[in-house]
């Protein structure tokens, strides 16, 4: 059975690189009918918050990235990790050391000015024949890892190949501080193992800790996982993706009107492939992902593909979905949405022209709140030739059916009357009932608002044209 894990430290927020770490590990988790582990790694008490959890848990919540275990805290696994430091001590795989932090830096000091690699000199490890020194009184030792000094220690990681490291490069690790707790490799160890963990999927910055990993795994007489280590994203300049690219944090992405299901998407490509498919939904990701087709080069955020994948899933969504998600972000703007014009209505008339949900709602706000129709475009359309014409058409619009059609005709019967050209009537409506020159076609549009705001505002901008006009 495969079982994979996703281990943030809640420190932050959830950013999109941890995002696609968790969505790798889910979907390989999915792909094998096997198990998804949330793991909150929280044993630094100075940087974990609360907030960071939630933070984690809403941001996977969002995504659908659902946990089969967990979340499990280290933090409430302490006492799991201190009898294993027992069993360790009891069976000579780590040892005391009563080496105080002055006289590691006096120690590292020397080496350094005797032009040698900073590095524990072994002088608590126990050997057959070797006397140790004696214990200071009172002196609270660390525990350390007893690494072995020879040979190497190696792994095949399912990205960057194989990867060997010589024993002889590593240090006796720290695996308990004096006042008893355990360290962050030695937890990941203990939990890696104790969750049955098969393939460990994590970012490359993690590297260097594997062999060390790997290393007390053994010790432990645990079956070693598999490792895939993912390469870093860069943002789209090339640089190490931070928030000067805007958004990192993955709930950023849903204030800024992202889908998460197009989210999902980006972020599957991203170091990812499956021939050329672009578009895919989380059933065929997960049908489809594997280790093999993950590139072992950083990948680039490309903001203008994520704008593109979110405008094609806002052109598929179900409509009323997407107006209870604009509808908060309307409210939030200090907008009240009235059942007229009908938000639905509005919505199944933009969608496919938009690439996030914000900009659904700046399009969805005009209908509620009367534009301000910059002076340049009412100059540009209201013309003394568009004036008549515009007229005549709101003189008889209350006096037609309200809907798509009887209005389109209305159009078309008002401009061949005056011999003008549709855009001489349609630009004007467009800018006075929307404040914009490009919106979708006008009858349509005309035909979401109630017949009392349209008369309004074309009654009102009119009159405010004619005043400024007349001032000039
Ligand atoms: N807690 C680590 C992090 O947030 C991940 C550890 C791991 O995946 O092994 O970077």
Redesign the pocket.
Known sequence: MIRT?????PTGFLHIG?AR?ALFSWAYARRHAGCFVLRI?DTDLVRSTPEAVQAILDGMRWLGLSHDEGPFYQTQRMPRYRAVIEDMLAAGSAYHCYMTPDELERLREEQRSGGLKPRYDGRWRPEPGKTLPTPPAGGQPVVRFRNPTTGVVAWDDLVKGRIEIANSELDDLVIARADGTPT?NFC?VVD?WEMGITH?I??D??VN?TPRQINILRALGAQVPLYAHLSMILGDDGQKLSKRHGAVSVMQYDDDGYLPEAVLNYLGRLGWSHGDDEIFSMQQFCAWFDLDHITASAAQFNSEKLNWLNAHYLKRADTSRLATLVKPRLEARGVTVTAAPSLVAIIDLHKERVATLNELADLAQTFYIDPQPKAELLAKHLTPEALPLLADFVARLPDIPWEVAAIGALIKECVTRHGLKMPRLAMPVRVLLTGLEQTPAVDALIAVFPRETVLRRLAVAREATLSQASLL
């Open positions: 894990r996703f281990a943030p430290s941890g770490t790694e962050y990941v890696d460990v994590r970012g910055d993690h800790n």
